[in-house]
């Protein structure tokens, strides 16, 4: 006897979703806390909703974050769990963050974040995007804002609402991203690759030994990229990073992408530091 298909249960009810309090705000839409019943089991989540009344290229780019964290399954990544789209609005449902960006975590205990956990934010991180590049996935939007913690602070990768499958890429729509993280080739020829998010994350490592602080605090945008691209220049690391911190972020920082390490041998190198100096 024919049985009827059932609804594959990445596509979910907006029945089994509750939406509990307000986390934080999309491009398109609220974050929530919220509760997912599936089987009779509830689980806390965090839904990214999308409004009604958002263009249709603003709701492809949500089904395209969707389809690409589908593939994901990493403890440095956030794990999406389902959408909902029988309803609005639109909802991306996925692993709770509830440690807030990693950014907001090193303002708020500014000058009291011991070396080690800076270090094990970087690992972390690091074996998340080396999880990525072996998949093939381009972020395109590294930075300490994109990264989030859960509630006992491990380091989950974030907002893939840029990324690409592609090994490179141009994008000529460049007006929208922070000039700051980027590197000399996409600030100069829009050109993406993993690489490129090497550089970026060599920008994080900045922000988190700095406390939060602003990348190039001294700059605006357009004097960043000058001096990126006419003067070669570079940011100083803070005094206190360790030298093997400091020598890999300034390979993150090579002018040429071929000269970055790639992120496997960063994690592997974090990895090492981090064993060196606070064991296993
Ligand atoms: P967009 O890329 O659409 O602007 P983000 O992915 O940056 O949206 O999410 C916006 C905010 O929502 C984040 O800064 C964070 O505060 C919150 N948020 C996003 N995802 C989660 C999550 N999985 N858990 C907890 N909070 C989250």
Redesign the pocket.
Known sequence: LLKPIDRPPWILNHDSIKTIKK??????GE?YMAELTTDKVSIPV?V?TMREEVSRDSRLKFMKEARIMRKFHHQHV?QILGIAVHEHPLMLV?????G??VLSYMRKHKGKTTLETKLRFVLEASSGLAYLEEKSCIHRDIAAR?C?LTEKHAVKI??F?MSDERKTLTDERLDKVPVKWLAPETMQNKIYSSKTDVWSFGVMAYEIYSDGGEPYPTLTNIQTRAKIIVQNYRMEMPKDVPPAVVTLVSECWAKEPENRPPFSKIHERLLSEYKKEHGD
Do not use: T
Not at 94 to 98: A, G
């Open positions: 986390l934080g705000e999309g491009a398109f974050v965090a990214k956030v996925m692993e709770l963050c509830l807030g960006s994109n989030l974030s907002d609402g």
